[in-house]
């Protein structure tokens, strides 16, 4: 069974940074692509940002280009999402989300972030 786990979350006041972690049980190569989506509360989940595996494109909410950069490294077995420029806007729990090629999804249980003074 695949495990995703998520890391890095935490109180950071507007304008600062954090970078998130999502450690999967095995390679990373099994999956096609690997994400990072978050949902506020009273919000639906909506993607931040995700990557094809093995250095393929990279997109992103247009709400996050330019602050977070989404990236992969395969012999930690770790994607991460490094978030600059936080605002308040940008509190919510962030998930991890792989998806296989057969497009079976797997998800993380979700780290908080919260952007507060």
């Known amino acids: 069974q695949v495990q995703l786990v998520e890391s890095g979350g935490g109180l950071v006041q507007p304008g600062g940074s954090l970078r998130l972690s999502c450690a999967a049980s095995?390679?990373?190569?099994?999956?096609?692509?690997m994400g990072w989506y978050r949902q506020a509360p009273g919000k639906q989940r909506e993607l931040v940002a995700d990557?094809?595996?093995?250095?393929?494109?990279?997109k992103y909410a247009d709400s996050v280009k330019g602050r977070f950069t989404i990236s992969e490294d395969n012999a930690k077995n770790t994607v991460y999402l490094q978030m600059y420029l936080l605002k308040p806007e940008d509190t919510a729990v962030y998930y991890c989300k792989a998806i296989t090629f057969a497009a079976n999804p797997y998800w993380g249980q979700g780290t908080q972030v919260t952007v507060s003074s």
């Open positions: 095995g390679s990373i190569a099994m999956f096609y692509a």
């Open positions: 990557i094809v595996i093995g250095g393929g494109p990279a």
